[in-house]
């Protein structure tokens, strides 16, 4: 069978699989569409989590970005599950006890404004718009890649598929679907680590093969590669970072902002009890972990291999003859995502850091510029073919990559459908409607963010390239804090956690536009992105943290300025402290 | 029991202080291990690298996993103690 038969074999198979269950778990009220009837098991939850939380950037550029930078990645590494510790301890279970639909209808509740519930809506939306638009144009571009169809029909495709399932199920078809989707991903993944893993180091366990032995130099497999890569003028890939204070800070920011994801705290409002919601919190990382502590491993062998590809007798020698170079580099180049230039025409690859400080090693070796030019995006797909498994490898990544888009963009365009049919069409339109009037508008709603999303993903506006600085920026700087603090605080009022929001993201989306364009329009931008011009040396990626202080500062000291929140406002907060419930215990 | 306001004050009380000692350790292994005390357990090889690597890279988010599930669990036990668990 050919290679284009065994993709579209796993593709279409996966597929079916979904959308079976789509079938089964038809949603029959808006407690079904929103939170899947609220009878998940927590591990089942922790699952359908792990799919939800990784998306195509974790599935596909996570490993490239660890590849290309090392030590210095290792943010994205604990940013993106040391948000679970905050989720599990500080937001999770108080949000479930609460037990209503949506985020914002939280922020409302709790802070008796309708003006609060708006301006989160406004921010769930710019930001799991900004997520989606991405997810939908990674499941094109991985349709485009293993199904050649071009990327528009991919599109569309991925759009039908979950359409199909998310108009008919809701929560409960994601769900479902969900946990199906973690299955095939995380085999995907993990199956060629594990090869890749044992060629180099006959350690069949991936994270632990990082740190042994290279079976072809003898010596361990990270100082192999730190010693490959400087000596053709690269840092090290376990040297440390320049600024500290930004790793810290951009780290936080991952932290907090994924823990104020809108589409990643509803997940947790489908579970029976309080104690579930810890639980799945759990469960959740474990599943997650099952593919961060992976990447690491894949990211470092990757760029071993890579290496020793192009200069098989060391670096000392001279790098491969283009003429003689690997099946695999030749079928990417058909891409377009790794191009060879001979700029010094002497028919080999010289890849190396063209940077000043190598510039006089490589004049005398007769360089001319590096000539290499590889997108680290194909890291992971690449992967099978550079170990040189079989295809059915091929197919399986196909369908792991398109699993993680799809999961992803699911959950996402939940969150923005609930918003607009709970949070605006029940919360201020029209208060007085059904059920069943509620689970239709639901269903509208989420039809119609599928098709903005898909337009937004074929035609990707400015802001969507921006993924990380604005999506975790702003869950950082408004949601994360106000949830926080509408929980462990009975004294921060309306005015005080408006006033915070807005403060919080104006400074953020302030600092963000200075550096990158004012809403990202090229040639707006007032300083140059570089360290130079960061205050401080903070990046706009890292920003968030800082707007989170400014969020809770300024809620304090309005709150404090002001009236004290109304007495039954105190008792909610109370109510949600304890799982089995304030009201309950105060009848005695 | 739960009935009297006081008790709830304690059962908050001990939740905030698990919150307090587990945000503390999952501060120090990613933010003091991961980052800025590196160099400091530079000295400590492990695999070709240093401690530091090995937390920023992986030893944060085993210790993650355990908080979370240490936290779970004994704030069951909380939730039992102070009668507030649910049914």
């Known amino acids: 069978m050919s290679q284009f038969g065994i993709n579209i074999m796993f593709v279409g198979g996966s597929f079916l699989i979904y959308i079976l269950i789509a079938i089964w778990a038809k949603a029959g009220s808006t407690k079904d569409f929103y939170v899947a009837g609220g009878g998940v098991h927590p591990i089942t939850n922790g699952m359908a989590i792990g799919a939800d939380w990784m998306s195509a950037a974790s599935f596909i550029s996570m490993a490239g970005i660890i590849a290309a930078s090392g030590y210095a990645s290792s943010a994205y590494l604990m940013g993106w599950t ?4 905050l989720l599990a ?29 708006l301006v989160a809506v406004i921010c769930l939306i710019v930001a799991s718009l900004t997520y989606v638009i991405g997810q939908m144009a990674g499941a094109g571009v991985a349709f485009s890649r293993f199904l050649e169809v071009d990327s528009t029909t991919g599109l569309m495709i991925a759009a039908v598929v979950i359409f199909i399932y998310s108009v008919l199920g809701g929560m409960k078809g994601i769900t479902y679907t969900q946990v199906a989707q973690y299955c095939v991903l995380i085999i995907a993944y993990t199956i060629p680590a594990v090869f890749i893993s044992l060629q180099l180091t006959g350690n069949p366990i991936p994270a632990l093969g990082l740190f042994s032995t290279h079976i072809d130099s003898g010596m361990p497999i990270l100082d192999k590669l730190n010693q490959i890569i400087s000596d053709v003028g690269f840092n090290e890939y376990t040297a440390d970072v320049d600024s500290h204070l930004n790793m810290v800070l951009f780290t936080l920011t991952l932290m907090i902002g994924t823990a104020g994801l809108p589409h990643v705290i509803i997940r947790f409002f489908t579970v029976p009890k309080v104690a579930d919601a810890r639980w799945s919190a759990g469960w959740a990382l474990v599943f997650i972990a099952l593919l961060y502590l992976t990447a690491p491993a894949v990211a470092s062998m990757a760029r071993l291999n890579l290496m020793t590809t192009i200069y098989p007798d060391g670096t000392a020698a001279e790098p491969i003859e283009y003429d003689a170079r690997p099946q695999w580099v030749k079928e990417w180049e058909v891409t377009g995502l790794i191009q060879f230039e001979d700029k010094n025409e002497d028919g080999r690859i010289q890849l190396y850091n063209d940077a000043p ?14 000539e290499l030019d590889v997108n680290r995006d194909i890291l992971v797909l690449a992967n099978p073919e550079i170990a040189n498994l079989p295809g059915w490898v091929i197919g399986l990544i196909a369908a792991g990559g398109l699993a993680a888009a799809l999961s992803t963009a699911a959950g996402l365009l939940l969150a923005i459908s609930s918003a607009i049919s709970h949070d605006l069409i029940k919360g201020s339109i029209n208060p007085g409607i059904t059920d069943k009037g509620e689970l239709l508008a639901a269903r509208i709603s989420m039809a119609v963010a599928i098709v903005v999303a898909t337009y937004l993903g074929a035609n990707p ?25 509408g929980i462990f605080s009975k004294r921060i009022n309306n005015t005080g956690a408006i006033a915070g929001m807005l403060c919080g993201l104006a400074f953020t989306l302030t600092y963000i536009f200075v550096y990158k364009g004012w809403f990202f329009i090229p040639g707006t931008a007032n300083l140059a992105d570089t360290p130079a011009n960061w205050v401080l040396g903070i990046s706009p990626l890292s920003i968030g943290a800082i707007g989170a202080i400014v969020n809770f500062a300024v809620a304090f000291a309005v709150s404090n300025a002001t009236e004290e929140p109304p007495v039954e406002i105190q008792e909610l907060v109370e109510s949600v402290r304890y799982p089995r419930g304030a009201g309950q215990a105060q009848d005695h | 029991m739960s009935g009297h306001s006081y008790d709830a004050e ?31 357990l530079a000295g400590i090889p492990i695999g070709g690298t240093d401690l530091g690597f090995w937390f920023a890279q992986q030893g944060s988010i085993l210790t993650f996993i355990a908080l979370i599930f240490h936290y779970a669990w004994r704030m069951n036990k909380i939730d039992e103690q102070f009668g507030v668990s649910e049914e």
């Not at chain 2, 939740?15 to 991961?34: E, P």
């Open chain 2, 10 to 40: 304690k059962y908050w009380k001990a939740n905030l202080r698990l919150i307090f000692g587990s945000l503390i350790v999952w501060a120090l292994v990613s933010y003091g291990f991961g980052i800025l005390l590196r160099p400091m």
């Open chain 1, 357 to 370: 400080s190598f510039q006089a090693e490589a004049d005398a070796r007769g360089w001319e510029g590096n």
């Open chain 1, 82 to 85: 040391g948000g679970y510790v």
């Open chain 1, 89 to 117: 301890m500080l937001l999770a279970p108080y949000l479930r006890k609460f037990g209503k639909f949506t985020v914002p209808e939280f922020i409302g509740d709790r802070f008796y404004s309708k003006n609060a519930r």
């Open chain 1, 461 to 485: 506006p400015g802001f969507a390239a921006q993924v990380v600085a604005l999506a975790f920026g702003i869950a950082a700087a408004s949601l994360f804090p106000t949830l926080m603090m």
